[in-house]
């Protein structure tokens, strides 16, 4: 089968396109519903973080829907029984947390992880989106900043007693990264999104994220290298 040539004036009309499509688009809707139900239950976690944690929330569920209107600009049905199964060892991760009311690896998984991965691709993808979607990505990720760093705040103020939790979660449920990029490399290269650009986007965001948690250069080297072999 010949390489598929991967430039940003590519068919966005093709079957091979609409087809990859299928599954980026289910997954990065389904990441975004995701969020909306993960910032829901954190509200409850943190009342008096509520209302703030409420507005996120919404935030994420207008997300959702400008994505399925990316969807539908291209005529493309989403494959969300594709991106439910993509996602749920996350979800199961961050259900049992909530259950066991461990706030700071429910912070871990939706605010550092998931909020780092989907700013890594959308970074990557705005470049090589067809220009509907680009507006609708551009104003997306400049949200996710702002999502991370309310994570980033709550974690900071509370570092010393999170620091282990947070280094368990991350032994936990870092590897899942690694894990879902390879699930969709073939996919992603077709939109024209490179895994290895990818990897390299989602170390920065989440590195940077722990340092301005608190944690030291050396402790965010050995953090970033869990499950990172499968990369």
């Keep these: 089968m010949p390489e ?4 940003p004036e590519q068919d966005f009309s093709s079957e091979i396109y609409k087809d990859a499509y299928s599954r980026i688009n289910a997954i990065v809707i389904e990441g975004e519903q995701e969020a909306y139900s993960n910032y829901l239950s954190m509200g409850e ?7 703030e944690l409420t507005t996120l929330a919404k935030m994420e569920n207008r997300h959702k829907k400008g994505f399925q209107a990316c969807g539908n600009n291209l005529n493309v049905t989403p494959d969300m029984a594709f991106a439910q199964e993509y996602f749920a060892q996350l979800h199961g991760n961050f259900k049992q947390a909530y259950e066991e009311g461990k706030i700071v690896t429910c912070f871990l998984i939706q605010s550092l992880i998931i909020e780092a991965f989907a700013i890594a691709a959308y970074n990557i993808y705005i470049p090589v989106a067809d220009p509907f979607a680009r507006k609708i990505t551009e104003g997306v990720v400049k949200d996710e900043y702002k999502h991370l760093n309310f994570g980033e705040e709550w974690l900071k103020a509370h570092f010393e007693e999170s620091k282990a939790e947070l280094e368990a979660a991350n032994r936990e449920n870092l590897p899942l ?4 990029l390879n699930q969709v490399e073939k996919d992603a290269k077709v939109l024209g999104m490179e895994k290895e650009a990818l990897v390299e986007d989602f170390m920065i965001s989440y590195g940077e994220a722990l ?10 080297m050995k ?4 499950g990172l072999t499968a990369a």
């Design 4 to 7: 598929v040539a991967v430039r």
């Design 45 to 51: 976690m943190l009342p008096e973080h509520k209302d």
């Design 177 to 180: 990264v690694w894990k879902m």
């Design 211 to 220: 340092a301005n948690i608190g944690f030291s250069t050396r402790e965010i």
């Design 223 to 226: 953090m970033s290298a869990y």
